[in-house]
Each structure stands twice: as structure tokens, then as C-alpha cells.
T-cell receptor, first 115, second 112 residues
Framework: EPEVTQTPSHQVTQMGQEVILRCVPI?????FYWYRQILGQKVEFLVS????????KSEIFDDQFSVERPDGSNFTLKIRSTKLEDSAMYFC?????????????FGAGTRLSVL | RKEVEQDPGPFNVPEGATVAFNCTYS??????FFWYRQDCRKEPKLLMS???SGNEDGRFTAQLNRASQYISLLIRDSKLSDSATYLC?????????????FGKGTMLLVSP
């Protein structure tokens, strides 16, 4: 069964450092998303991406965040200068434009720990 | 104001029990509705979409009441493997891309 893959599974970084979280969406999917989940809290939308541009972003997704699709398979989330409060689980998701419902499939996530 | 609100839980039930989860959403423009399950420190996984007429998938039954902006999930004959957090999720779009808005989830613990 096709799946969304994310790397690394756990990233530890120092406050102020840049991190790049990587995702490989399901191959025939065209819509890509990043969500995050702070420990003990709900899953929150960050950004959606389609046709090589951001479709929608939340107020969490400020200037410190950026997304990119550098090639035909990868989708990345960059945090320029990490803060302690960026510590969370980051989930990548993708969806198929041909589906009737907006069903999104999630990767296993990257746990980001900012020290 | 919470956009998607769920029973706080946890629900502790014995194997074989029937358990119901409730969810309300505040955005009346919501068009798509889902139940996801999330195991501890894992990704959300789609359990089932929720249709206006209600739908069933094996031991799981979902209901939607648009007038009351209310969604429910019923699990019959609970198994140990049903232990997880159940997430109520809504979206303003019925197709294409759109953001998903998650509830905080209700934890279910099924004991032998």
C-alpha cells in the first residue's frame, strides 16, 4: 500500500538552528500538507501546497517557516531559526485530486526536539 | 471558541462493550467529516469518512447531524486493539484540497 514517508523520525536541534524536515508524498498525489502536534495537544494545520505554490497557510506558519518541492518526489518544511516552542511532532500529508472526499494520508511524522 | 470539540475522555471499557464518542463543530460551512484514530505518538490514520445519511463499517457506525453540527462514532464489541485516541476531523471542502481541522481527541482504553 502506498504511503507517505518522512525523514528523519527524530530531529534534535539547538535553539536558533535551521532544520529541514523531509517528506515523500504518495506518488500520484498532487496536494501536500504539513501539520504539527505539540505533545498533549491537537493536530494543527500549518500549510497546504499545490502546483508548486502555497495554497493556504495558518497563522502558525510565519516567516520562519517555508516549504519547497525541490524535485518530483520530495516535499520539505524548513524552520529557519528554531524556538523552544517549535518542539512538536510534524506530520506531512498528501491527497489525491481525483478523490471524492478530501481524504488526507499522513506520514509517520518527525519528532522535533529544540533544546 | 473551539472549532471541533470532543468528549474529553479517557473512556475505560471492558472488551465487548459498546462505546460512543461525540463531537461538535462550530463552522457551519464544513462539508467533509471524518474519524481518524491515533495510536500513542503515531500519525493519525483514517478510520472512516462520515456521510450525511450515516454509515457503517463493520463494528463502527458514524452519524452526522448537520443541523446540530454534531458527529458521533459508535464502536460495538470493543476489542483490545481499539485502544487509541479517536479524532473528530472536519473540512470546509468536499473535494480537492482543503485544511483539516482536528478535535483534541478522545482516548479509549479497552481492558480485558
Amino acid at each position: 500500500e502506498p504511503e507517505v514517508t518522512q525523514t528523519p523520525s527524530h530531529q534534535v536541534t539547538q535553539m536558533g538552528q535551521e532544520v529541514i524536515l523531509r517528506c515523500v508524498p504518495i506518488s500520484n498525489h498532487l496536494y501536500f500538507y504539513w501539520y504539527r502536534q505539540i505533545l498533549g495537544q491537537k493536530v494543527e494545520f500549518l500549510v497546504s501546497f499545490y502546483n508548486n505554490e502555497i495554497s493556504e497557510k495558518s497563522e502558525i506558519f510565519d516567516d520562519q517557516f517555508s516549504v519547497e518541492r525541490p524535485d518530483g518526489s520530495n516535499f520539505t518544511l524548513k524552520i529557519r531559526s528554531t524556538k523552544l516552542e517549535d518542539s512538536a511532532m510534524y506530520f506531512c500529508a498528501s491527497s489525491d485530486p481525483g478523490q471524492v472526499k478530501n481524504i488526507q494520508y499522513f506520514g509517520a511524522g518527525t519528532r522535533l526536539s529544540v533544546l | 471558541r473551539k472549532e471541533v470539540e470532543q468528549d474529553p475522555g479517557p473512556f475505560n471499557v471492558p472488551e465487548g462493550a459498546t462505546v460512543a464518542f461525540n463531537c461538535t463543530y462550530s463552522n457551519s460551512a464544513s462539508q467533509s467529516f471524518f474519524w481518524y484514530r491515533q495510536d500513542c505518538r503515531k500519525e493519525p490514520k483514517l478510520l472512516m469518512s462520515v456521510y450525511s445519511s450515516g454509515n457503517e463499517d463493520g463494528r463502527f457506525t458514524a452519524q452526522l447531524n448537520r443541523a446540530s453540527q454534531y458527529i458521533s462514532l459508535l464502536i460495538r464489541d470493543s476489542k483490545l486493539s481499539d485502544s487509541a485516541t479517536y479524532l473528530c476531523v472536519v473540512s470546509p471542502m468536499n473535494s480537492g484540497y482543503s485544511t483539516l481541522t482536528f478535535g483534541k481527541g478522545t482516548m479509549l482504553l479497552v481492558s480485558p
